[in-house]
């Protein structure tokens, strides 16, 4: 059996900062709101910048500013967008007035579900959930617990991506033509539309957490 572990290259640098502080600063996530939305209507009516610059008077490079969040437009610069998108004012509040959602799962309390394939002590509990959001990306965090053997393991495939952490145990664990000898504290990170799944429990019990990320139209 040939047994990869996943690359240790992790030179890339990141898309975003993990510890900046948003909320410390929040005339500063308003300016960025504000400039999503701009960006957004101007899209959906298929405007340039250069476009939307001829219709409000307002410089290409001060557009490129408000649409990043950069600067903070007067309540007079806004009505002029308004009037150019043909949207209300209060549109370009939109998300930042919206209601962000945190679900809090006690200790044991995780829903159990049954999955396609699921074996006898083969538990799949759903950490939490979150509906349609702002983001537009859907996430499902389940903790997995593998306390048997068994002869046939499922192999799933879905769109998405999906995060492994393993907590406890070892597994052998297969994504498409590969698979990668997995221990406590090692994370396996990959496109879930290819066959994966557990394929042999090396050290019982096991448990890892799986975490799956997808498009809501998905």
Do not use: C
Not at 11 to 31: F, I, N
């Amino acid at each position: 059996m040939n047994v990869e572990k996943p690359s240790q290259d992790m030179a890339s640098p990141l898309t975003q900062d993990p510890h900046s502080v948003r909320s410390g600063d929040r005339e500063k996530v308003l300016e960025v709101a504000i400039g999503r939305e701009v960006r957004s209507y101007r899209k959906q009516q298929e405007i340039t910048v250069a476009e939307l610059a001829g219709l409000t008077g307002l410089s290409i490079g001060m557009l490129s500013k408000i649409e990043n969040g950069n600067t903070s437009p007067s309540l007079t610069t806004l009505q002029t967008l308004a009037n150019a998108l043909s949207v209300p004012l209060t549109s370009f509040f939109r998300r930042f007035e919206e209601q962000r959602e945190a679900v809090h799962t006690k200790s044991g309390k995780g829903v159990e579900l049954e999955r396609g394939g699921t074996r006898a002590n083969h538990q799949y509990n759903l950490l939490g959930h979150i509906g349609a959001n702002a983001s537009g990306v859907m996430v499902e965090p389940y903790l997995i617990t593998l306390s048997e053997e068994s002869d046939v393991f499922p192999t799933f495939q879905h769109g998405g991506i999906e995060t492994i952490y393993m907590l406890e145990g070892e597994v052998d664990y297969r994504h498409g033509e590969n698979v990668h000898a997995l221990k406590p504290g090692d994370t396996l990170f990959f496109d879930a539309d290819a066959p994966h799944g557990p394929e042999r429990l090396v050290k019982l019990p096991a448990r890892y957490l799986s975490i799956i990320s997808y498009p809501q139209t998905q």
